[in-house]
Every structure is written in structure tokens, then in C-alpha cells.
Nanobody
Framework: QVQLVESGGGLVQAGGSLRLSCAASGGTFRSYTMAWFRQAPGKEREFVAAINQSGGLTWHADSVKGRFTISRDNAKSTVFLQMNSLKPEDTAVYYC????????????????WGKGTLLTVSS
């Protein structure tokens, strides 16, 4: 079973950038599709971006496409989310997730979850 710990959240001004990290342990990292989800206050958790096991394929929600980029370092068992041109509507708790059998292009919830890291974007 894999454990996931997110870091890098904080307060940033609109238009700024931030990079989230998620460190995995307790499992074979390279066997998992990894993803980021987010949950804004009063809203349901939503898909943000995912990356396949090798890192060769990524897919992003339309709301973040062109601004956010997911990547992974299998040697360090870490997945990243680079966020640029941040908007106040990006304010949310960001969750790292992992799944050993996740269809390419899927946006449904995954099997394993971190506890989340809060991003607040001020206007």
C-alpha cells in the first residue's frame, strides 16, 4: 500500500506560480498512475491532472490546461504539479492520488489518497 504526502501549498497572488510535490512511499511508485485532484470550499473534489506510470502520457482538466503541468520523477518517487498564471478560482485543497490500474484519460477518483495541501490564491 502506498502512502502519499503532499507539500508546497501556500498563499500566492493571482498571476503567480507555485509547484506542488507529492512524495510516495510504501509501494512500487513506478507501477502507479499518479494524479492531482482538488476540492474548493463548498464544492466537490475534481480532477486536475494525471500522468501514466512512465511519465510519457499526461492529461489535464480543461480548466487548467496550458497553465498547470504534471510531471514525475520515478527515481525519487515524487510527482509534481507546476502551476502558473494562478487564479483565485484555483484556491482549493490539492490532493495527490495513485492508482495501479487507472485507464488512460480517466478522471474518476483513484484508489490511494494523500491528506492534501492548501493553496490560496489572492486577487
Amino acid at each position: 500500500q502506498v502512502q502519499l504526502v503532499e507539500s508546497g501549498g501556500g498563499l500566492v497572488q493571482a498571476g503567480g506560480s507555485l509547484r506542488l510535490s507529492c512524495a510516495a512511499s510504501g509501494g512500487t511508485f513506478r507501477s502507479y498512475t499518479m494524479a492531482w485532484f482538488r476540492q474548493a470550499p463548498g464544492k466537490e473534489r475534481e480532477f486536475v491532472a494525471a500522468i501514466n506510470q512512465s511519465g510519457g502520457l499526461t492529461w489535464h482538466a480543461d480548466s487548467v490546461k496550458g497553465r498547470f503541468t504534471i510531471s514525475r520523477d520515478n527515481a525519487k518517487s515524487t510527482v509534481f504539479l507546476q502551476m502558473n498564471s494562478l487564479k483565485p478560482e484555483d484556491t482549493a485543497v490539492y490532493y495527490c492520488a495513485a492508482d495501479p490500474m487507472y485507464p488512460l484519460g480517466a478522471t474518476s477518483p483513484m484508489h490511494y489518497w494523500g491528506k492534501g495541501t492548501l493553496l490560496t490564491v489572492s486577487s
